[in-house]
């Protein structure tokens, strides 16, 4: 859901937040195994105007979606055991991923 008329918003609140043009509220429903459903409400702010939800969405999708691979490669670097007694940087750990099979196997079994 979008709302683009902000009339009804406190005006003090609303200069603090320069160039805000709407409020968008998305609802979500997580299906988990045996039949397990989490619900939870985000709220966004945003600068774009007279744009519909559905486009809207499309972007925080996006977003989450990148968000989301890139703390999949965090998190799993971030399990990777010590080598030696020094953690190697993650530069360094994907660079070994990249070259050393048996690495990025171990690295998947994690997942």
Not at 5 to 11: A, Q, S, V, Y
Not at 66 to 88: S, T, Y
Request: charged share 30%.
């Amino acid at each position: 859901m979008v709302c683009h008329d902000l009339d009804w918003m406190d005006k003090d609140i609303r200069k603090d937040w320069k160039g805000l043009a709407s409020v968008i509220m998305v609802h979500r429903h997580t299906l988990f195994g045996a039949g397990q459903i989490r619900s939870d409400t985000s709220y966004y702010m945003s600068s774009l105007q007279d744009v519909r939800a559905a486009e809207l969405l499309g972007y925080i999708r996006g977003h989450w979606s990148i968000e989301n691979r890139c703390h999949w490669v965090l998190d799993a670097h971030n399990q990777m055991p010590f080598e030696g007694k020094k953690r190697k940087s993650l530069p360094k750990r994907e660079l070994r991923t990249a070259c050393d099979e048996s690495y990025l196997e171990q690295l998947i079994s994690l997942m």
